[in-house]
């Protein structure tokens, strides 16, 4: 699509809730910090969605926009022939769920997903998962703890081959019982990690930019992501540690206010 690298949020009127938008301006800061060109498009769902972009956004959404977008997509093919192409694809929430065979809608009927990534999505038991979500992943051959936060009402299973994109640590993820979070496939990546994910972790953002850019300069990270993560990390401590002190057993950890 050019010289610079492109970026292209795929439907934000449909798609991008908890600032999943942000996603896109980590990216476009990260490379010009760098001095690296990059041009970052939000194309709504009444436009074309431009084929062969570097990168694809794909955020969280709503139940019935979910539905909507994954109908958009099934017909255009457009993020089929990307990810086939090798295109770099971070996929959240509602998104992944997208990318599977099926996940459902509000009235909890089956809705065809992209199916380009092998796992499906169904109602989860019990109560939504809400609040924070701690994982374990490998990025560029080293392990890493990345930190979100997650809301949603389904859960999502994968296909016996398929690859998770991490290891839960505290929160839900896939499951209540695979103790995994996403799927990773070709260039793709999908998790339940809002935050906006690559806000709150900059090394998963520069693997992405790695993938698509080669080997990067080097960059003073004065982004505030390490201090986040700190926090983060604080307070899901605090919150684990006043959950045993009240013998309080809850797969996701509750913080203060964070029903909604
Ligand atoms: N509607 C989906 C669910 O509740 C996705 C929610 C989201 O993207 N945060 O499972």
Redesign the pocket.
């Known amino acids: 699509m050019g010289d610079s690298i492109s970026i292209v949020t795929v439907y934000p009127d449909l798609l991008g ?2 600032g999943d938008g942000g996603n896109a301006k980590v990216l476009a800061a990260r490379l010009k910090l760098r001095g690296i060109a990059v041009t970052s498009l939000e194309v709504r769902s009444s436009d074309p969605l431009p084929a062969g972009a570097d990168i694809y956004l794909v ?5 019935s926009p ?1 539905v909507e977008a994954s109908k958009i997509l099934s017909r255009t093919r457009v993020l089929h022939r990307a990810v086939e192409n090798g295109s770099y694809v971070l996929a ?4 992944l ?1 997208i990318f599977g065979e099926y ?1 459902v809608d509000s009235e909890g009927n089956d809705v065809p997903g992209l199916a380009i990534l092998d796992c499906r ?1 169904s109602k ?1 038991p019990g109560a ?1 998962a809400v609040g924070e979500l701690l994982v374990k992943t490998e990025i560029d051959g080293k392990e890493e703890l990345i930190v979100g936060y997650e ?4 859960s999502t299973q994968l296909g016996p081959d398929a690859k998770p994109f991490s290891r839960v640590v505290v929160g839900v993820g896939n499951s209540r019982t695979a103790k995994t979070d996403g799927i990773r496939y070709k260039n793709v990546i999908a998790t339940y990690m ?1 935050g906006p994910v690559l806000a709150r972790n900059a090394e998963l953002a520069d693997s992405i930019l790695r993938g698509v850019f080669g080997e990067l300069p080097a960059i003073a990270d004065r982004s505030l992501s390490n201090l986040a993560r700190q926090l983060h990390r604080e307070r899901v401590a605090a919150a684990l540690k006043s959950r045993k002190a009240k013998s309080v057993g809850r797969a996701t950890v509750g913080l203060p206010g964070r029903e909604r």
């Open positions: 809730t908890y955020g969280g959404g709503e139940d979910q959240v929430c509602a998104g769920q996940f999505s989860m939504r809301n949603h009402g389904s809002h």
